[in-house]
């Protein structure tokens, strides 16, 4: 585009002034070409005329729209010079005071000179994982920029801070550490990050001092490493120093000072440890009061101190250390206020012996005395021939002094730094590292010496450097975006760096006059003219020989070469250094040793994971050395080493900017700001930026942007892309002034602007539109208002009148109906009188006529019953006849049927034929049978004789117990006589004791009398009491109604008060929890790595007590022993006294007998588990030796014992029928009431005994039935039946059989049955059969009563050795109580024999109390049994009598199929110790959600209740206090294992929490018990109390609440941002601005992934899906979101608050409408009452604040009024963020946001920016009683939990 194009009316432009360097002004005439001016209007409305170069062509800067000022990144502005990057800054400075922008890679800071709210943890946290760009800039934005890249890039990185003094360089490069410290804080407890924070304050106190630029300038410059290991968390880091300002430790300028530490140490002299030092105020020494005023405002020097101390601690630096390094300072102090005297007019001097200040000066450094005093006055030469001594002059005295000054303190520095890397030094191996280069900015001051010229030569360096990379970025990003690279020329400054360091540059020539014996200042000033006078960077002064000026890349620098030789030999004497060496003071002396000369460094090759650090400064060497390197030889070497490192790694670049020199805040000086934009090269990157393509835009941000500028053709188009270069192609003639690259398209500068007037333009034209528009409908919307107004009127007119007519007419119809309703009345009642006459005279008649008729069918129905009884008997008469009749006649035929058939029969019986069918076999039969009967007689002899020799042994072993008995009996008779004299002064004791009872009445008589007198005074009392308070409330009531508003609302604000401590407690409370659960996982965590370090091959025995330790330290324990109850009312005894324990004995007593009672329990358990063990084993022998039976001997078997058991389920089916009759017989009869009770109880008895064997006997029936329906298919299949195993198995064998004996039984019914195949074959009556089957059940009947008598003898044998044993305890007891009673003395033997019998008597009693209870509880029962056995025969007799005859077979046939009935479940699982294990790993390891999900909510919850409440009904603490323990540390170790897991924690706090809720329901405590059941009641605890463990298990579910938020917010944590505050819910509102930083570097690659608002409420949705689906509380589920949307508010808002592209009216509605829908959720999902919505409140204030009118100070009241969730920094940082979306939005002024300010200043806010969106409220557990009972609660065959056992 052409000038006249662009040079057009109303455009502004930039024109040069000389007090703000650039002023705005404003075209009003269009340029032309050939103007020799331009006609402008100054802001202040005056106008200028701007003179026109016609050679040059120099028109003036154009002026960015106001669209684009206060960019976050100046590159972004279309229009890149000096005059717009100065404005940009000027306007975010002032306006809204935002010390940081970017230009491009590099951030500019400016000092505000302010303590800003912005640097809080809150913010790292803000800032940490986003990308450079997304947020406003910060120096947390460049610090996550290089943490990011280190992590993701693998390549070391560095943040240069560079800027003038008291630019803020080591306040920015302290925040960027802390920000390291903060996101990679060091994962073990070395605690590094704090060190390297605590280096700050001492670096500061003894390198840092007052200016007159900055009142903390730091006069060294630093370069620290820190280190980080393959996860990225600190391990270390290391400090480079470079060229420490010695010359301020001797001298400091007007109003400047020394170094802090020496005012910190003066400042706290008086404390007791520093009298020793001899300081006093800094005022007092010359080397601290140069300057003026020692003080800085603001600053406590001796607070300053602590910290400095305190810092010296944290790094490890010994006491005696600290000490001895402020004796050193101190000593420093003290040599400067030495009193050199003057001798032979100056040219020799002297330091008296009683100087106070040297003796101070050599007892603190610990040397000689009289060698100090001499050879600060002299000094020795050495020369060919001899040595001798010279004395000194005055001035060169003071050189000397100052020179050891500086050098002791230049030595201490160096110390103090390398203990600072020894304790940030580590041992792990260092994976890469991020440097922070602290270092000095050029500098130009009147008098520019040594100093400035070495920090100018290092700026030179860093710039060149600085040139370099940005150059290769801005390459690169143009080669990855394909377009066409020309060479951009940028400025090089290597020939002015050659200039000094090249082969006889400034330094060689410097360093070669330092070596000439007597070189000079001028000399060396004079060869610089000769050698470099040739050089375009190097000039000589008009006036000045000793003077020379170096053109720098930032300005031009004159130097004074008076003192360069000086300083760069930095000379000093070696005997006094030798004096220092001989100290006595270690440390003294090892500071002024000399050290090897450092090793040469090496170039840092490409890709070495860590650079090896050396001192920048190496050590002191002797002054008279040749060798010995020059200061700025020194400096060369170490900036070279720098420069190595920084490009070895990549740089990061914050550029510090002074704003004013007054240090005064918010003040901002253009000329200053200028010149150091210049001089840190910001203006440079501009240039670069410039000459190329600065302006880039993304092809979807281009379209939204100018879519407006696009006709509906080119937008019905689907690639943006081409319909972007379609538009471009039509508005921008030039090709040269864009290109399109792949992703971006770039335009030259100005190209942005001219495309932002084109669109402002086309928006005016239809400005224009809408307001002509909306005018004309504004009229006719007030037309039609007047006519609707005059059809008002006229409609209220005519109502009127019809109203009136409508009333006249209503009175009338009234009347009318009036007068109808009163006639109607009166002839209604005359009719209802006629009517119920009438009425009355018919109903009686009619009476009479039915008696009648109904007498008349009552004798008729008589006579027909009497009819039919006489002809009844008549039938049955005639019947009675015929049938007798009919059975003569049938017995006579039939007699003659079988005398016919008897005859036949024997006439074939007398065949032979049939006489040899009979004969055939018999006799060998009869044989076999007579053999088996034989074998079986033997073994019933043999069973006898066994059962006899039984007999006889248990008979004997009676008799001997009972001897043992009687003698043990006897024993105690005799020790009964030794107690008569005990129980006789036993009875004394008695006596008195009934005595002292009868005086206790008396008193109690007399207690009861005064205790009378006083209640009636008490009721006098009262009476006056309610009379003054009927006053008082009178009184109370007037007050009431006076104050009652004010009284409501002071109880309101209590309550509010009040509320907010509970949660505050609540919170702490929860807080420690959560600090106890995080340390306990530490411990986990720590010891996990401690056994993976300890692993040795070989075995290793792991502690087998470790999960019970920890559950013991984790969990209280439960006192539910009775021996912790006897010691508990011990205690009780002995503190109340033994009167009122006296009462309380018998519960002692009581208890004791419970404990005995419960290890005598215990041993007999043990003793059944052990015999039920060697039974078990005995039975797995046993059925290792019957597996390989024969499955034809099973089926034989089977078949016997089905047909056995079917004869015996006859048999007693035919008892039950009899019992049965007799019921019903007795029943008949008329007998006694005793009788019939007796013969019931007798019956009831045999009929419940038959039942039970019934059963028993239709379940074997069923069982045998199913296993010979298996071995009839296995025979059908044709195995073998012949090799047959002579072992059998018993599958159903009697209970009271040994398997054994029934084994051997059923060999030989196996051997009989291989004999004969078949049972009729042995007999064909079966009569064999019978009698076989009868000698077995003999047989069999035995064994059982022998193994019967076996059992009883062995349990009674048991049963006495217990009791014997019992016994010889009791006694052994006694005997060992009177022994002991016999050694004290005989007032305490009566007492204690009295305290036994009382014992002994209070036992029995109790005995016998137990007995008559139990004795109660047993008749109870059985009544209550007898009623329901009663009840149950009336109603089997009644239903008897209703069944008809036919059905009673088929029920008899039917009852063969039904099961065995399963007792009643109680609600209540038992297992064994050993499953414990295996219930938990079923239960909670290895269970998973989906395996429950179809069952009851909180299943396992359930199931574990039911554990412990069997283990607290059989009342075992030890499996109560193990299956707890056990449940919570799996639990725990389940939620450590899936720690990420939303599902799983989530189901993991539900049923917690229902554990929880459990044990509190059925606690047994009336508050939890409200709303149980009957039957719930019943399955309470009933012998321990868990209230501690509620406890536990309560901590647990504040662990596991805590873990599921913080999944849930690491869930959602990324989608906020992009969902709230990026999603374009309301397509079209939102209008793209102008693109702000150009994203280099990882933003450049990364694409962040973008979320919408549905794909968050989904998310939501199945967060509350999850929860739901597994039973969690409905209370917890919305505190769950309460904390979520609290988060999502903290993080929306905070990112709201540090980003200035969101802050806009299109934004504000975009994030209330999705606040909308996310209220509609919380609507639709009934979460309404959490509490939720409420916490979105400061987030929908914000969008509020974003759309209001932000003007007039009634708006302002407005705001005031609307943001009270908002603090006053929130709203005043949004209103300085809003920035317009296009140009017809205006800014918010200044002036409108002090009056915000002004408004809001009696608020009371907290003074954080930030949200905390890690805070979290108190959670609450409400109880919440569940309506399942235990008993009807499923376990599904998925759990595997099989060994779990109904009760």
Not at 655 to 664: G, Q, T, Y
Request: glycine share 4%.
């Amino acid at each position: 585009m052409s000038a006249a194009q662009l040079y057009t009316k109303y455009t502004k432009v930039w024109i040069p002034d000389p007090d703000e360097v650039w002023r705005s002004a404003e075209i009003i005439k269009d340029y032309k070409e050939g103007d020799k001016s331009l006609q402008l209007k100054l802001e202040d409305e005056t106008l200028y005329e701007y003179p026109i170069d016609l050679q040059g062509n120099e028109l003036p800067f154009l002026r960015n729209p106001d669209i684009l000022v206060g960019e976050n990144d100046l590159t972004a502005l279309s229009y890149l010079h000096e005059p717009a990057v100065l404005h940009n800054l000027k306007v975010r400075f002032l306006e809204s005071n935002h010390i940081y922008t970017y230009c491009g890679i590099v951030l500019v800071a400016i000092n505000p000179y302010e303590q800003l709210p912005i640097y809080e943890q809150d913010v790292i946290y803000a800032y940490s994982g986003q990308n450079m760009g997304d947020m406003d800039p910060h120096i947390f934005a460049v610090a996550e920029e290089a943490y990011k890249q280190m992590a993701r890039d693998e390549k070391n990185q560095s943040i240069i801070v560079s800027g003038e003094s008291g630019a803020g360089k080591t306040v920015s490069a302290k925040y960027a550490m802390r920000f390291f410290a903060t996101v990679g804080g060091s994962a073990s407890e070395t605690n590094i990050e704090a060190k390297v924070l605590a280096s700050s304050p001492i670096m500061e106190a003894i390198g840092n001092a007052k200016t007159t630029r900055n009142d903390n300038s730091s006069r060294f410059g630093k370069y620290i490493q820190i280190g980080f290991d393959k996860r990225y968390h600190i391990i270390g880091a290391n400090m480079r120093t470079y060229l420490l300002e010695k010359s301020r430790v001797v001298f400091q300028a007007e109003d400047e000072r020394n170094y802090h530490i020496f005012y910190q140490l003066c400042a706290s002299s008086s404390l007791p440890e520093f009298k020793d030092l001899g300081l006093t105020c800094a005022e007092d020494f010359f080397y601290t009061s140069q300057g003026g005023d020692t003080s800085i405002d603001g600053v406590d020097d001796a607070d300053d101190f602590e910290k400095t101390r305190h810092a010296f601690t944290l790094l490890g630096v010994k006491e005696s250390h600290q000490m001895t390094i402020f004796r050193i300072i101190a000593a420093i102090l003290h040599l400067g206020n030495l009193e050199i005297q003057g001798e032979r007019d100056g040219e020799a001097c002297s330091v008296s012996s009683e100087d106070e200040h040297l003796s101070n000066f050599c007892s603190l450094l610990g040397v000689e005395h009289s060698q100090m005093q001499h050879w600060l006055c002299h000094r020795k030469l050495v020369t060919t021939a001899e040595t001798y001594v010279k004395s000194m002059s005055l001035h060169q005295v003071v050189n000397a002094r100052n020179a050891l000054a500086k050098h002791i303190y230049a030595q201490l520095f160096n110390w103090i730094v390398q203990h600072i890397n020894k304790a940030l030094h580590t041992t792990v191996k260092q994976h890469s590292f991020i440097g922070v280069l602290d270092i000095y900015g050029f500098e130009t001051f009147e008098v520019n010496s040594f100093e400035q010229f070495c920090i100018n030569y290092a700026n030179e360096k860093l710039q060149q450097q600085f040139n370099s990379h940005v150059f290769k970025l801005e390459q690169e990003e143009y080669m990855t975006e394909g377009i066409p690279w020309t060479l951009i020329d940028f400025y090089d400054n290597q020939p002015c760096i050659d200039l000094i360091e090249a082969k006889l540059g400034i330094l060689d020539l410097l360093d070669e006059e330092c070596k000439v014996p007597k070189g000079t200042d001028q000399n060396w000033a004079q060869k610089l003219y000769d050698r470099h006078a040739a050089s375009q960077h190097f000039q000589k002064p008009r006036m000045s020989n000793t003077s020379f000026i170096i053109l720098h890349f930032a300005d031009k620098v004159e130097y004074q070469s008076e003192g360069f030789l000086e300083k760069n030999r930095d000379t000093v004497y070696e005997e006094q250094i030798n004096i220092l060496k001989a100290s006595k003071y270690q440390m003294v002396a090892d500071l002024f040793q000399e050290e090897k000369e450092a090793m040469p460094a090496t170039a840092v090759r490409k890709g070495t994971p860590r650079i090896s650090v050396r001192s920048a400064r190496p050590a002191f060497k002797a002054a008279n050395k040749e060798h010995r390197k020059t200061v700025g030889h020194q400096f060369r070497n170490s900036l070279h080493l720098l420069m190595e490192t920084l490009n070895a790694t990549t740089p990061h670049y914050v550029r510090c900017i002074k704003p004013n020199d007054e240090k005064l805040p918010f003040k901002f000086d253009p000329k200053r700001a200028v010149q150091q934009l210049r001089a840190c090269g910001v203006l440079e990157t501009i240039r670069i930026s410039a000459a190329g393509f600065p302006s880039r835009w993304s092809y979807p941000d281009f379209f939204n942007r100018y879519r407006v500028l696009m006709n509906k053709r080119d937008l019905s188009k689907n690639d943006k892309k081409q319909i972007c270069q379609t538009l471009l192609e039509d508005l921008i003639k030039d090709p040269d002034k864009f290109q399109f690259g792949r992703t971006k398209i770039f335009f030259r500068a100005g190209q942005v602007a001219y495309l932002e007037k084109l669109r402002a333009d086309k928006f005016r034209a239809a400005t224009i539109m809408i307001q002509k528009t909306v005018r004309g409908w504004l009229q006719r919307a007030k037309y039609q208002r007047l006519r609707r107004a005059t059809l008002t009127l006229q409609c209220y007119a005519r109502r009127h009148l019809a109203r009136r007519l409508f009333e006249h007419l209503r009175r009338t119809r009234a009347a009318i109906v009036l007068q109808k309703q009163y006639r109607m009345l009166r002839m209604r009642q005359a009719f209802l009188r006629v009517r119920n006459a009438t009425l009355t005279i018919q109903a009686f008649a009619r009476g009479m006529f039915v008696r009648r008729i109904y007498h008349q069918m009552l004798m008729e129905h008589k006579a027909t019953i009497l009819q039919k009884y006489a002809r009844g008997w008549l039938a049955r008469t005639r019947l009675r006849r015929a049938r007798a009749a009919a059975v003569v006649l049938q017995c006579h035929w039939r007699r003659l049927r079988a005398r016919r058939q008897l005859q036949a029969l024997r006439i074939e019986a007398r065949s032979a034929q049939h006489l040899k069918k009979l004969n055939i076999g018999m006799e060998n039969k009869v044989v076999q049978l007579q053999r088996k009967v034989d074998e079986q007689n033997k073994e019933n002899k043999l069973l006898n004789e066994q059962l006899s020799m039984l007999t006889s042994a248990h008979s004997s072993e009676v008799e001997k117990l009972k001897k043992e008995l009687q003698q043990y009996q006897q024993t105690q008779q005799g020790d009964g006589n030794q107690l008569l004299s005990l129980q006789e002064e036993m009875e004394r004791l008695r006596m008195e004791l009934e005595r002292a009872h009868g005086e206790r009445e008396v008193m109690e008589d007399s207690h009861g009398k005064e205790r009378d007198l006083l209640r009636k005074r008490i009721s006098d009392l009262e009476e006056e009491n309610t009379l003054l308070k009927q006053e008082k409330e009178e009184l109370n009531s007037r007050i009431l109604c006076q104050s009652e508003d004010e009284f409501a609302q002071n109880t309101a604000e209590e309550n509010i008060q009040m509320k907010k401590e509970l949660e505050e407690e609540r919170s702490r409370y929860q807080n420690l929890v959560k600090e106890y659960a995080s340390l306990e996982q530490r411990y986990d965590n720590l010891r996990d790595e401690m056994t993976i370090i300890k692993q040795t091959p070989g075995h290793r025995r792991s502690p087998s007590n470790q999960s019970s330790l920890e559950s013991d330290s984790n969990n209280p324990s439960i006192c539910t022993s009775e021996i912790g109850d006897t010691e508990d009312v011990i205690q009780q005894v002995e503190e109340i006294g033994m009167e009122k324990a006296a009462m309380d004995m018998t519960l002692f007593l009581k208890l004791q007998k419970r404990v005995r009672e419960l290890e005598l329990e215990r041993r007999k358990l043990q003793a059944q588990l052990e015999k039920k063990e060697q039974e078990i084993k005995k039975s797995q022998v046993i059925e290792t030796k019957t597996e390989v039976s024969s499955e034809h001997e099973d089926f034989a078997y089977n078949s016997l014992k089905r047909q056995e058991l079917e004869s015996e389920n006859k048999k007693l089916k035919n008892e039950l029928n009899e019992l049965r009759k007799a019921i019903a017989d007795l029943a008949t009869q008329n007998n006694s009431s005793n009788d019939v009770q007796d013969s019931y109880n007798l019956l009831l008895n045999q009929l419940k005994s038959a039942n039970e064997e019934l059963e028993v006997r239709k379940e074997e029936v069923l069982i045998l039935r199913s296993q010979i329906m298996k071995a009839a298919q296995q025979k059908e299949t044709g195995k073998n039946m012949e090799n047959i195993s002579p072992n059998a198995s018993w599958p159903n064998s009697d209970r009271h059989v040994d398997q054994e004996d029934a084994i051997e039984a059923y060999q030989g019914i196996c051997e009989t049955n291989r004999k004969t195949e078949d049972w009729g074959y042995l007999n064909e009556d079966g009569e064999l059969g019978l009698a076989y089957q009868g000698l077995k059940q003999v047989a069999r009947l035995l064994e059982a009563q022998l193994q019967d008598q076996r059992r009883e003898h062995e349990e009674e044998m048991e049963a006495l050795r217990n009791q014997v044993d019992l016994m010889q305890e009791e006694l052994e007891k006694q005997q060992q109580a009177f022994l002991q009673t016999l050694q004290l003395s005989p007032e305490v033997q009566v007492e204690l024999g009295l305290q036994q019998e009382i014992t002994r008597l209070t036992n029995e009693n109790l005995d016998l109390k137990e007995l008559l209870e139990k004795l109660e509880k047993d008749e109870k029962k059985l009544k209550k049994q007898l009623k329901i056995y009663m009840k149950k025969v009336q109603d089997f007799e009644a239903s008897q009598t209703m069944v008809p005859v036919e059905r009673r077979p088929h029920e008899r046939n039917m009852q063969v199929a039904v099961q065995r009935k399963e007792k009643d479940f109680q609600g209540m699982l038992e297992y064994y110790k050993e499953d414990e294990p295996l219930l938990i790993r079923n239960l909670i390891t290895d269970l998973k959600p989906q395996a429950v999900s179809a069952t009851v909510p909180c299943l396992p919850a359930y199931i574990l209740y039911m554990c412990i409440r069997h283990a607290d009904y059989i009342n075992d603490d030890q499996k109560v206090h193990s299956l707890l323990t056990s449940t919570i540390n799996g639990i725990k170790k389940v939620l450590k294992k899936h720690h990420d897991d939303f599902e799983m924690t989530s189901f993991w706090l539900a049923n917690t929490c229902r554990l929880l809720h459990c044990l509190k329901q059925y606690s047994g405590e009336e508050g939890f018990m409200t709303q149980n059941t009957a039957k719930q009641n019943e399955h309470c605890l009933k012998n321990f109390d868990l209230t501690e463990y509620r406890q536990v298990l309560g901590h647990l579910s504040i662990q596991i609440y805590q873990q599921l938020i913080n999944i849930a917010e690491g869930i959602l944590q990324p989608m906020i941002v992009s969902a709230v505050l990026e999603n374009e819910s309301i397509q079209g509102l939102s209008s793209v601005k102008p693109v702000g930083y150009r994203k280099y570097s990882s933003n450049a690659s990364e694409g962040g992934s973008s979320y919408s608002l549905d794909e968050m409420i989904h998310q939501l949705n199945t967060f509350h899906s999850i929860m739901c689906d597994q039973g969690l509380d409905p209370e917890i589920i919305q505190q769950v979101f309460k904390q979520l949307y609290y988060m999502i508010n903290a993080i929306a808002l905070n990112n709201l608050l540090l980003r200035k592209d969101v802050c806009s009216w299109s934004t504000g509605m975009q994030l209330r409408f999705n606040i909308s829908q996310l209220e509609e959720w919380l609507r639709g999902k009934n979460l309404q009452q959490s509490g939720a919505a409420q916490t979105l409140e400061p987030l929908i204030q914000a969008a509020q604040l974003l759309q209001l009118k932000k003007k007039t100070s009634e708006d302002a009241e407005a705001i005031c009024s609307l943001c009270t969730s908002l603090t006053t920094q929130q709203i005043v940082k949004i209103l300085n963020l809003y920035t317009p979306v296009n140009e017809f939005e205006e800014r918010v002024t200044v002036a409108f946001i002090r009056n915000i300010q002004k408004q809001l200043q009696e608020r009371n806010d907290p003074p954080h920016l930030l949200l905390d969106f890690k805070h979290m409220f108190p959670v609450l557990f409400p109880f919440n009683p569940s309506a399942i009972t235990m008993d009807s609660i499923h376990l599904p065959a998925s759990l595997n939990l099989d060994f779990l056992n109904k009760v």
